[in-house]
């Protein structure tokens, strides 16, 4: 685990990346892990899916936290201030409804996010900032998912870690319940988590979700191999590999693929590689695990926290749930 100060100068391979590529694309079935998705075009890319009328999920958790940010904050302070910490923050777009809600509350507020995409940080900063005076953003550069550290709080001050978005979604069950461990370990009695989830609906709704008739999603999914061109000195050709989204109802959850079109053999120098590919094969970049009523409880409860409230929307299609540290 690292924490840079903004902004990074440069471009260099990190361990991380060469290890999971490496990695995945030697395994059979290949794969890759999400988080490379987010250099800036990615950051980009996903800002767009998330206003597409097929992609319920953002403006549905909206809709839960414009209703209730105030309950949500009030429930989470008690008596005492708040300082807000994000996980995985990207544009920070949701959050906003959360910290004008802790301003009216309390005036001021440190918001901490936390991003490994170093533009989206910059951009949240510079936004937030200027449209809530009174929220102080400290952007950090990190990897959570290997682990997180955290400032203490101060006296008379609680945290509040947002996990929200359904990003829990693309771990698999174990892994969900080490990160949620993590963060559970690195918070303090009378601290809270507000994780967000995706609840499982019709296959029809989940699956154009994850493949808008726009193509954006697709765009989203190959810039994984463009980045590995610029990055590693691959030579993927992007359009010689198809997007696919799977609803695998066995696991719960929505997978995205890209499948090879023609045989191929792919050079990645940086890394000394050559992979062959077979006309069909894939590799799995993402997985969206879906859950029933209640398993985002029992979830955070088997990592420690205390559930307290849930909120979803009208048609239960998505759960907001806030849990304590005792």
């Not at 991380?16 to 890759?32: D, I, N, Y």
């Not at 209730?68 to 777009?93: F, K, N, Y």
């Amino acid at each position: 685990m690292t924490t840079t100060a903004l902004p990074l100068n440069g471009q260099q391979i990190s361990d991380p990346t060469a290890s999971a590529v490496s990695e995945g694309l030697t395994s059979r079935p290949k794969w890759l892990p999400s988080w490379l998705f987010y250099d800036a075009e990615g950051s980009r890319l996903f800002d767009q899916i998330t206003e597409l009328p097929e992609y319920y999920l953002t403006r549905t958790e909206r809709s839960i936290l414009a209703a209730h940010a105030g309950e949500i904050i009030a429930q989470a302070a008690g008596p005492d201030a708040l300082r807000i910490v994000e996980l995985g923050a990207g544009s920070a777009d949701k959050t906003r409804l959360l910290l004008s809600a802790a301003v009216d509350r309390q005036d001021t507020v440190c918001y901490e996010p936390v991003d490994v995409s170093v533009s989206a940080l910059e951009a949240a900063r510079d936004r937030i900032e200027q449209e809530i005076p009174g929220v102080l953003v400290s952007p950090r550069v990190q990897d959570y998912t290997h682990g997180i550290h955290l400032d203490a709080p101060t006296p008379g001050q609680r945290r509040l870690v947002l996990y929200i978005g359904s990003s829990i979604g693309n771990f698999d069950p174990e892994e969900a319940q080490r990160l949620l461990e993590n963060v559970q370990a690195a918070l303090a009695p009378g601290d809270s988590l507000l994780l967000g989830v995706d609840l499982v609906k019709e296959r029809n709704i989940l699956l154009a979700a994850y493949d808008d008739a726009a193509g954006v999603t697709a765009a989203f999914n190959r810039n994984v191999l463009v980045r590995l061109n610029r990055e590693l000195g691959a030579n993927f050709d992007p359009e010689a590999f198809a997007h696919r989204a799977v609803w695998n109802r066995f696991r719960s959850r929505i997978e995205m693929h890209l499948a090879n079109l023609l045989p191929q053999t792919v050079q990645i120098p940086a890394l000394d590689l050559r992979i062959d590919f077979t006309a069909g094969e894939t590799i799995h970049t993402e997985s969206s695990y879906k859950y029933r009523p209640g398993q985002a409880e029992e979830l955070l409860t088997d990592a420690g926290f205390t559930p307290t409230t849930t909120w979803t929307d009208e048609n239960k299609w998505f759960a907001v749930c806030l849990a304590r540290v005792e």
